[in-house]
């Protein structure tokens, strides 16, 4: 199927405009439930962002439309290797020059730009997701592949510092519980599901506050895919229920990588650095 070009945007969407720890993004949306997600967690970010402009990255997210899908899609892309998601939900993802395509049957596929810093997601009319997790793979999943190549990372990770040095846990797990207990033990919040991270001019990596919230651990037990309790309940925002919990920043300090483990017990280990760069991968 032949390339095809950036369309222009829909007179009708709303748009939202952010300033990401610096970076403008332009996200343009037909989804009203998604956009509320995205004003909702997002709104720390809002800034006046010119639609199109030189460096700014652009979203655009639409009901799923097959004509329009198959039309951005071509015959030619391949197929590449992909770790499971979340909740160890595989998705599709594939590759044709600078363009990439993820495709999830829970909820719909987005098309990635990497040359253009330009997105484009489909959503299902009946996704099995809930909305706040539909906006984190059509908006901030996409969103952060463009981002990387400008110098900010966001990553699926919880963040916490304590006495000037952060950490960042890497985990497929739901950490509700240990992020309440580390609040208790005097750790402020960088990030609760989502981080960014960039590095110094040192060479070091400091960590960003990155907004957002994690799933209740109950809930997480009880749901599959899109079953179980309505957002409101799934979802809590640490933050919000503590006053002085938000950390803006902090240098990393280390990072815990968590796995599931059939252990008696904890165990701690600390791998080398050849060891340390394919957990990371």
Do not use: K
Not at 13 to 38: M, Y
Not at 181 to 204: C, H, K, M
Not at 242 to 265: L, T
């Amino acid at each position: 199927m032949p390339h095809q070009t950036h369309q222009q945007q829909r007179p009708h969407a709303a748009r939202v405009g952010l300033s990401v720890h610096g970076l403008a993004v332009d996200v343009a949306c037909d989804i009203p439930a998604v956009l509320d997600e995205v004003r909702r967690v997002l709104w720390g970010f809002e800034a006046d962002v010119a639609a199109g402009g030189p460096g700014v990255t652009s979203g655009q997210i639409r009901p799923y439309a097959q004509a329009e899908v198959v039309r951005s899609l071509s015959a030619t892309a391949v197929p590449l290797a992909t770790p499971g998601a979340r909740g160890g939900h595989a998705f599709e993802l594939y590759q044709e020059g600078e363009r990439f395509w993820l495709v999830d049957d829970r909820w719909g596929l987005c098309e990635i730009n990497v040359m253009r810093g330009t997105w484009r997601s489909w959503v299902l009319p009946r996704p099995t997701l809930d909305p706040f997790r539909v906006m984190e793979l059509a908006v901030l999943w996409p969103m952060a592949q463009l981002l990387r190549p400008r110098g900010l990372f966001l990553l699926p990770a919880v963040s916490v510092a304590r006495s000037g040095s952060g950490v960042l846990i890497l985990s497929p797990l739901n950490l509700e519980a240990e992020l309440r207990t580390l609040i208790r033990a005097g750790f402020g919040v960088i990030g609760q599901r989502w981080s960014a991270a960039r590095e110094t001019p040192t060479g070091g990596i400091e960590l960003l506050a990155f907004p957002g919230q994690i799933e209740r651990e109950a809930t997480a037990r009880l749901r599959e895919d899109g079953a179980g309790p309505d957002v409101e309940s799934r979802w809590v925002d640490l933050t919000a229920e503590q006053d002085g919990v938000a950390c803006a920043s902090s240098p990393c300090g280390a990072v815990a990588v968590i796995e599931p483990s059939r252990r008696p017990s904890a165990h701690v280990s600390e791998v080398t650095s050849q060891r340390a760069a394919d957990l990371l991968r």
